[in-house]
Every structure is written in structure tokens, then in C-alpha cells.
């Protein structure tokens, strides 16, 4: 699969913002789908995730309450949504496709496909 994230942008902190991750080439469904993110110099961080049969969705500590992670299969697209965004928030976030099982999804060394990413600032 083949990944296509798009979504970020400058806000101030307490605004929102949508991030969408488009599938070529397979669908998303067939994976796990996560969110990871990185800021210079420290490791990517993951934020959530969604199970590829879309029965159930994980959050970082960080990101519970505040990010939805759902999925479009029509459009073959995962999104995640921020809300309350806080300059913690700041980084490039990359969407991945994970083929293993549920239980490793908070890992990202488990994925196995990644976008290019998308930029976040959040600004106070």
C-alpha cells in the first residue's frame, strides 16, 4: 500500500485540525492504521491507531480525549482529528499501515508502510 498524508498546518493552540491519509494501491482496511509522530530529535511517538477490521481504536495517554482516529473506506482514507491542541501537539505526523497484530499497534517500529508525512505547529 502506498501512503498519502495531507492535513497539517499552523494553528493556535486550543484550535483544530484534520489529517487525512489517503491508500493507493491497496485498501487501508487490510491493515492496521496508525499515526505516528516526531519532533526533531526525539523518536516518533505514536498517537493512535484504528484495527483493520475498524472494531476498535487506541489512543496515546496524550492523544485520549482530544484526537479521533476513524476511517472512510469509500475513499480509502484514514483521518484523525485534533481538537484542544496544545504546542506539545507539534511535529511532523506520519501515517503507517501495520500487517501484524492488533496488540503491537502502539509500536511503531511495527509498521511496515509509511506516508511522507504532514507538518503540525501549534502555536501558544
Do not use: H
Not at 487525512?20 to 516526531?38: A, F, L
Not at 485520549?64 to 475513499?75: A, P, W
Not at 485534533?82 to 503507517?96: K, Q
Amino acid at each position: 500500500v502506498q501512503l498519502q498524508a495531507f492535513g497539517g498546518g499552523l494553528v493556535q493552540a486550543g484550535g483544530s485540525l484534520r489529517l487525512s491519509c489517503r491508500g493507493s494501491e491497496d485498501k487501508v482496511s487490510n491493515y492496521n492504521m496508525g499515526w505516528i509522530r516526531q519532533v526533531p530529535g526525539k523518536e516518533r511517538e505514536f498517537v493512535a491507531a484504528i484495527r483493520r477490521s475498524g472494531s476498535a481504536t487506541l489512543y496515546a495517554d496524550s492523544a485520549k480525549g482530544r484526537f479521533t482516529i476513524s476511517r472512510v473506506g469509500m475513499v480509502n482514507t484514514v483521518y484523525l482529528q485534533m481538537n484542544s491542541l496544545e504546542p506539545e501537539d507539534t511535529g511532523v505526523y506520519y501515517c503507517a499501515a501495520d500487517r501484524g497484530l492488533w496488540n503491537r499497534a502502539s509500536e511503531p517500529i511495527e509498521y511496515d508502510y509509511w506516508g511522507q508525512g504532514t507538518v503540525v505547529t501549534v502555536s501558544s
